[in-house]
């Protein structure tokens, strides 16, 4: 990890390595194979391109596409010019994918072939995107990814880049009902792990002959910097566009994969599957987990099938992923609490547990918790009061509730806002209410996150019918459908009389949850 000290952004990454390990192999999807020196060339070809285009510094590019090696050249091409990367998330209705190209002002669009008609069926609502590059099968009127980039030259474009430079720009659900850009900058992604090197740690544990797993997919923070990981490290990256779990079990057997990362949903689909018991799992070291708290249980039934090594992790998008760790020797210590447990700040982040005055709390006292990391975000695009709230004095104020204990172990109890957490996909109640509250028949409701075996949390509708108006659970699900994404629908709807409300009036959601958290030790799952 000599190599650690060089990178200071993406840009470097991408030449760096291209020069260590030219013919190395970079990343694989299926057939599709790209060395270390094919994505640093590549990702010049595109950045030529985007320029002759007309993009400038800090031009938002947006990608809307399963991921594939021509994501990661993309990436590389916005990193060489100073160019933001909006990734966004595949699974977003028409309506929150045109939101977002609007509200992040992108100029230029990659296009998987898959949403095609997706983007048709908004193309008239965008303001400010002029050309659309169709990343697969060709469409009239816009250019043809390889046709279009082989015209230009693969030199490097002479650009001088900064780590404090605006590298992506990843968008969060929002509490208001409307999601955020997080802009994160090139230090983003080197900072957290240069603090390891600076201690003599490695990286957990990353080798040039490591094979990595990706299937969380990039518009995700922690799919996006667990890539850069293994690209850091000169490793072999194999990539899946979508989570299939007997696609994972082949991959994992056909390629040796040492190293995966996952969000406990798929960790939980892949336990389901009969296959799973057939697997060759002797070449993983680890998996490493986060994005949503994990059941024990299930915990446990995963380290007993796949026999390696676990890793938990918890950050935020705004932290520039990880800044909490539960390392390997904590999953199978014998103080069995700590698998309850979110883990240490990792080297060079500090913790704080704070009560509503700010004030910083003692162990064992409930609080939210505050983070202060060096990855930590620049700032909210476009929203300085949400920034102002959020990063304070250099903390990030999580909106989570928690506690450390005597040995300065994190343990996340709840959260202060109302986000639920399906399957890995954080869900914001505000969004499905204000949609909600226009069907015909909804007096009230509120939106609540009940314990789900498979999915940690579904989301449950509460709702209050209007004096005389009927309406039945599928009619309100139906209602949410097409609006919003697929995983935001409610599962389960359930009617009452009224909803209870504290003075000011606002829907109390602590009580609304209560009889369905009876019995269990936190409120997340």
Known sequence: HKLMQEFDTLADLSRVQAREFPNAKALILGNEILTYQQLDRESDRIANALLAQGIKE????????K????????????AKIKAVLVPINWRLAASEVSYILNDAEVELLFVGSEFHDLVKSIESELTKLKTFVTIEKTAADWLNYHQWCQQYSDASPEIAIAPDDVAVQLY???TTGRPKGVQLGHYSFFAVAKEWTRQGQNWLNWQQTDKSLLVVPFFHIGGLWWAIRGLVAGA????????????VLEVIEKYRITKAAMVPAMIQVMLLEPQCLETDFSSLAYVLYGGSPIAESLLRKAMKTFSCDFVQIYGLTETGNCAVCLPETAHTSSNTNLLKSAGKPFPGVSVAIVDSAGKKLPPSQIGEIWLKSPAKMLGYWKLPEATAKTLVDGWIHTGDAGYCDNEGYIYICDRLKDMICYAGENVYPAEIENILYEHPAIQEVGVIGVPDEDFGESIKAIVVLKAGMQAKALDIINFVRGKLADFKLPRSVEFVQ?????PSGKVQKGKLREKYWQGYQRQVN
Do not use: H, M, Q
């Open 172 to 174: 969060t659900s929002g």
């Open 236 to 247: 072999e990256n194999i990539l899946l566009p979508a989570f299939n779990p007997i696609e």
């Open 498 to 502: 009224t909803l209870p409300r504290t």
């Open 58 to 65: 800090r031009s938002r590019v947006a990608i809307l596409a």
């Open 67 to 78: 991921d594939s090696p021509k994501s990661y050249e993309v990436l590389f091409a916005c």
